[in-house]
C-alpha cells in the first residue's frame, strides 16, 4: 500500500468561519482514530481570501475511498459542506504564481 497526501481545501461562506474551524478541529482527529490517515503531522494553512487549507496523508488509496463510506466521517463532511465551500487550488490567488504563500493556522487559535 502507498500512501497519499492530500491537500483539502474549504472556503467558509460568510459568517461561517468560526463553525468551519470547529468542524476542521474534528476532522483530521476523526481520520486517525480510525486509522484512515498516518501519524505524520498534518498542516492547517489560510489563503489570503480566508480559504483554509488542510495537508494529511491518507494511510492508502483506499482509505481515502473507504472514508466517504464512513458515517463519521460522511456527517463531518456534509456539515463541513453546509458552511463552506469545498473548492481547489487554481481557484486561490497563491497558486498562480511559484513558491505559494500561506499563513499557518493553529487549530487551537
Given at each position: 500500500m502507498t500512501s497519499e497526501v492530500v491537500m483539502a481545501l474549504y472556503r467558509p461562506h460568510e459568517g461561517k468561519d468560526s463553525e468551519l474551524r470547529s468542524l476542521i478541529a474534528q476532522h483530521v482527529p476523526s481520520l486517525l482514530r480510525l486509522e484512515l490517515i498516518t501519524d505524520r503531522p498534518?498542516?492547517?494553512?489560510?489563503?489570503?481570501?480566508?480559504t483554509?487549507?488542510?495537508i494529511f496523508e491518507w494511510?492508502?488509496?483506499?482509505?481515502?475511498?473507504?472514508a466517504h463510506e464512513h458515517p463519521e466521517i460522511a456527517h463531518i463532511w456534509e456539515a463541513m459542506e453546509a458552511v463552506a465551500d469545498f473548492t481547489n487550488l487554481d481557484s486561490l490567488e497563491e497558486a498562480q504564481r511559484p513558491?505559494?504563500?500561506f499563513s499557518p493556522v493553529s487549530i487551537g487559535s
Open positions: 498534518p498542516l492547517l494553512l489560510k489563503a489570503a481570501d480566508g483554509y487549507v488542510e494511510v492508502s488509496g483506499a482509505a481515502s475511498r473507504s513558491f505559494a504563500h
